[in-house]
C-alpha cells in the first residue's frame, strides 16, 4: 500500500523557471492539500482540493498554481520560481465524511531556488 | 497570521519524564489535532479533540482543551527516547476545510 507518495524528493531549480511537484495518493481521498514548511516554522496552507476540478486557496498561495484533473494528484506548480518559495513542501489528504478529520502526509519534497 | 501557537518551543527532558506542551489559537474552532514530526520527515497524525470535548486520552498521550481559553495542551507520560520530535497542533477552522499549524515544539529526549 503506497499511500501517499511526493516526487521528486529533492529540486534544485533557478529564479524563474517553472518547476512541478507531483502528489499522488492510492486512498481515493476527496481532500488534498499543499503545505510549505520553512526552516523552523510550522506548516502554512498553500491550496487545498476537496475533489477532482475542486480547488481553492489557503493562506499563501501567491506564486503557485494547482490543478487536479484526477482524484490521485494533484500537482503543484510554481510559475516563476523565486528564492522566497525555497521550502519543504507537503502534500496532504483526507478522507470527506464529517468524522474523517486526520490528514495523511506525503514525505516532502525540498526544493531550493538559487 | 498563524492561527496556532505552541509553547515552549523547545523543551529538553530526561528519559520517563512527562513532556507538556501548550497550544493557543484565535478563532473558534471544529476540532484541535496534535502531530508530531521526526526530522526531515512528514507529520504524523497524534491524537484530535472536538470542540465538544474537555479531555482525550490516547496510550500515553493526553489532550485537554479549553475553548474558552483558546487554548490544548498535550502530555506525554514516561517519555522515551523515542518521543524525540517537533509536536504541532492544527486547528480545523470551524466550517472550513483549512487546517492551521503552529510552528511547533521541539522536544528533546535524552536517554
Known amino acids: 500500500d503506497a499511500g501517499i507518495t511526493q516526487s521528486p524528493r529533492y529540486k534544485i531549480t533557478e529564479t524563474g523557471r517553472q518547476v512541478t511537484l507531483m502528489c499522488h495518493q492510492t486512498?481515493?481521498?476527496?481532500?488534498m492539500f499543499w503545505y510549505r514548511q520553512d526552516l523552523g516554522h510550522g506548516l502554512r496552507l498553500i491550496y487545498y482540493?476537496?475533489?477532482?476540478?475542486?480547488?481553492d486557496k489557503g493562506e499563501v498561495p501567491d506564486g503557485y498554481v494547482v490543478s487536479r484533473s484526477k482524484t490521485e494528484n494533484f500537482p503543484l506548480t510554481l510559475e516563476s520560481a523565486t528564492r522566497s518559495q525555497t521550502s519543504v513542501y507537503f502534500c496532504?489528504?483526507?478522507?470527506?465524511?464529517?468524522?474523517?478529520?486526520?490528514?495523511?502526509f506525503g514525505p516532502g519534497t525540498r526544493l531550493t531556488v538559487l | 497570521s498563524q492561527q496556532g501557537e505552541e509553547d515552549p518551543q523547545a523543551l529538553s527532558i530526561q528519559e520517563g519524564e512527562n513532556a507538556t506542551m501548550n497550544c493557543s489559537y484565535k478563532t473558534s474552532i471544529n476540532n484541535l489535532q496534535w502531530y508530531r514530526q521526526n526530522s526531515g520527515r512528514g507529520l504524523v497524525h497524534l491524537i484530535l479533540i472536538r470542540s465538544n470535548e474537555r479531555e482525550k486520552h490516547s496510550g500515553r498521550l493526553r489532550v485537554t482543551l479549553d475553548t474558552s481559553k483558546k487554548s490544548s495542551s498535550l502530555l506525554i507520560t514516561a517519555s522515551r527516547a523515542a518521543d524525540t520530535a517537533s509536536y504541532f497542533c492544527?486547528?480545523?477552522?470551524?466550517?472550513?476545510?483549512?487546517?492551521?499549524f503552529g510552528s511547533g515544539t521541539k522536544l528533546n529526549v535524552k536517554p
Open positions: 486512498w481515493s481521498h476527496s481532500y
Open positions: 492544527a486547528t480545523d477552522v470551524y466550517n472550513f476545510n483549512k487546517f492551521y
Open positions: 482540493s476537496a475533489a477532482a476540478d475542486i480547488t
Open positions: 496532504a489528504s483526507r478522507l470527506a465524511g464529517p468524522l474523517d478529520d486526520e490528514q495523511f
